[in-house]
């Protein structure tokens, strides 16, 4: 039984992880940047505590563990408890050329991100994308459920 409920679990985050939004869990991403191109990247979710207890066998100190001891070198972990689990990653990064690397290398591809300033004097701001999105840097995550328990991602969906 813990297993089809772990199997479901990780179902659920695959959903999460795919952009979705599932459970009342909710990704959460702020981008800042200074005028000298550096800034810093923050990916946040909640996890509820009643759905850890549910649905991962180990404790949340253990869960946690195994966060901090995977996570991706540039990537921040802070972890704060109160209602729920909340959960934030800091991708930091000192111009677009350092941000550019340290995503692809967490990501596993070479990622693209666009700067483009005011055309005219009406415009304000600046028009910024990128073909990544935070679940992608958050990838890693489903890939340490999966291995923990030996699981094929092909047989879950």
């Known amino acids: 039984m813990k297993k089809k409920l772990f199997i479901f679990m990780v179902f659920i985050l695959l959903i999460f992880l795919g952009g979705c939004t599932s459970g009342g869990v909710e990704l959460t991403t702020t981008v800042d940047l200074n005028d000298d191109g550096s800034g810093k990247r923050i990916v946040q979710f909640e996890v509820s505590k009643s759905d850890v207890e549910n649905y991962f066998e180990d404790s949340i100190q253990s869960l946690n563990e195994q966060l901090s001891t995977n996570c991706p070198n540039y990537l921040k972990l802070n972890f704060e408890e109160s209602e729920d689990y909340r959960y934030s990653f800091t991708l930091?990064?000192?111009?677009?050329?350092?941000?550019?690397?340290?995503?692809?290398?967490?990501?596993?591809?070479?990622v693209k991100i666009d700067f483009i300033e005011p055309s005219s004097a009406l415009e304000v701001g600046m028009n910024y994308s990128e073909d990544f999105t935070s679940a992608e840097l958050l990838e890693w995550i489903e890939k340490l459920i999966a291995k923990k328990e030996r699981l094929s991602l092909q047989y879950l969906v």
């Not at 995503?103 to 070479?110: Q, V």
């Open 92 to 110: 930091e990064f000192s111009s677009l050329e350092d941000y550019k690397n340290k995503a692809s290398e967490i990501i596993g591809r070479e």
